[in-house]
Structures are given as structure tokens and as C-alpha cells.
């Protein structure tokens, strides 16, 4: 069985599984993913620090466990699983970028290791956090448009396998990505004047 055969059935497994048995499908699974899960989280973090490497192990690693700790896994297939973890990334990046902004208003908390605080740059957090601000508000709207700005922002996830992950037409996904970056654009621009 191929790669994507074998992911595509361990993920399956995860509703079946508890306890013990849910901890040994995982260990199956992360070998499988975690090459993939690195180049989201490089492309991520190059993004929106500026820094290649700083933090990616990191990254991909409080993905991984966010998307292990789930009681049910709502993956059918492996893209689902990619589409959950670009979610993720989403949601730790926009973490890391609060952390930025209270440590800049002397949020009284203590230094934090290296590699997190390396997850977004300063420089970016305020930006980042603009992003997910404007990304909350087309997801009230538009939840749709806002599942495909995450896979392919934050997930780097082609047309294709977006249209895999969210089960829609590759044709929906090409619309609902020029309406989302349109509608984006209007917000950022709106929230910057």
C-alpha cells in the first residue's frame, strides 16, 4: 500500500481507537506525515517570521498534538487531515502573534523560551493578527471562504487538493479564492485607514 493509502487508513482508525490503541495508530502516523507537515509549517514560518528554520520542529509538532489530543479525529482522508492541520498552524501562528503583542505592552508574563517566541517576528505579529481579525469575520459571512483561504494560506494546499479537502469542485475553489483575497484586500485596507 502506498503512502497515501496507508495515512488515508490510519486516519480512519482514529475514530475506532482509544486510549492505548489511539497512541499506537498515531505513532504509525506521524512518520507518515510529518515530512509534509514540515514543509507547511517551513512555508509558514518563513512567511511570517522572516526566519527559515527558527521554531518549524515546533510548529509542526503543537500541530500534531493539537490534532492528536482531538476526541474525534473528523479526518476522512488525508487531505481533511492537512486542511485540519493548516487550522492549526493558523491558530498557534495567531497565538505566537498575541504573545508579541502583550509582551510589547509589558503583558507581565515571563521571557519565553527561544523557539517561541521565534514563531512569528514582531515585526509581522501585528500584521498576522490583522489577518486572522479580518479571516474571523469572512468566516461569520462566508464560512466557506474562509476554510479555503486557511488551506491555501496557511496550509499551502494547491486548488486541487483543496477542493479534495473541503469535498467542493476545484471550480468552487478558484471562485471562492478570488472572492476571499478580494474581500480580504477590502478588509485590511479598510482596517488600515
Request: aromatic share 6%.
Amino acid at each position: 500500500m502506498t503512502a497515501t493509502g496507508d495515512i488515508t487508513r490510519l486516519l480512519g482508525r482514529l475514530d475506532e481507537e482509544r486510549g492505548e490503541g489511539r497512541a499506537a495508530v498515531l505513532s504509525e502516523l506521524m512518520p507518515l506525515v510529518y515530512g509534509e507537515l514540515k514543509a507547511l509549517a517551513r512555508a509558514n514560518r518563513y512567511r511570517w517570521s522572516g526566519v527559515e528554520s527558527l521554531g518549524t520542529t515546533s510548529l509542526v509538532h503543537e500541530a500534531y498534538l493539537r490534532l492528536a489530543d482531538r476526541e474525534r479525529s473528523a479526518f476522512v482522508n488525508r487531505r481533511q487531515f492537512y486542511a485540519l492541520a493548516s487550522t492549526a498552524m493558523r491558530t498557534i501562528l495567531i497565538d505566537n502573534a498575541r504573545w508579541h503583542g502583550r509582551a510589547k505592552r509589558g503583558g507581565g508574563r515571563a521571557p519565553a523560551a527561544l523557539e517561541e517566541t521565534m514563531l512569528v517576528s514582531a515585526e509581522r505579529s501585528e500584521e498576522l493578527l490583522a489577518l486572522d481579525e479580518a479571516l474571523s469575520r469572512l468566516e461569520e459571512q462566508e464560512p466557506r471562504l474562509a476554510r479555503i483561504v486557511e488551506c491555501r494560506c496557511f496550509g499551502g494546499l494547491t486548488v486541487d487538493e483543496t477542493a479534495e479537502a473541503l469535498a467542493v469542485s476545484t471550480a468552487t475553489v478558484k471562485r471562492g479564492w478570488s472572492l476571499a483575497r478580494t474581500w480580504l484586500y477590502r478588509a485590511l485596507k479598510t482596517a488600515a485607514l
